[in-house]
């Protein structure tokens, strides 16, 4: 899924080729190749995906561009929302609640899990990476503290073309 271009800030999701959920997958795949990893493999867990999102995340290639193995975990509502222990990264999709969303921002702390989300008040909560719209384009925002928290270093490439870069002295 080579959709995405990280050498813009901006992606249209209004393009009739690409819907949202293609867009933020891709962006996700993307941003992998910019965090320091400290495992051979890597695994996506998605938090009540939509059917669009399933299909988008089908798509996903096997490997990054570095080589390391990657998987993807669907896990639904119906499932046990507790944080797959073997997750690098956990995209909260915004189907998840409020309540549900708490829980695993606080086990991915504990486990220092990249988190990646899609609403309103993701940053706040303690997210990591959030995906937000400005007009017809999908944006990200990066909590640069959390990630720092739990010793995940994001390169100052993908920090440079966020939409906003929230640190420590934002929580101060």
Partial sequence: ???????????????KNYSESKIKTALIYNILHFV????KDLVICVYDPNEDYVSSFKAVPSSTKSGKHLDIKLVHSNDSFQLQNNCHVAFITSEVSDKNTREILSDAKIHHILTIGETSQFIKQGGMVNFIRKDLNIKFEINAFAAEQVDLKISSQVLRIADRVYTESDYE
């Fill in 1 to 15: 899924m080579a959709i995405l271009f990280f050498g813009s800030v901006t992606a249209q999701a209004q393009d």
């Fill in 36 to 39: 320091e990893w400290s495992s």
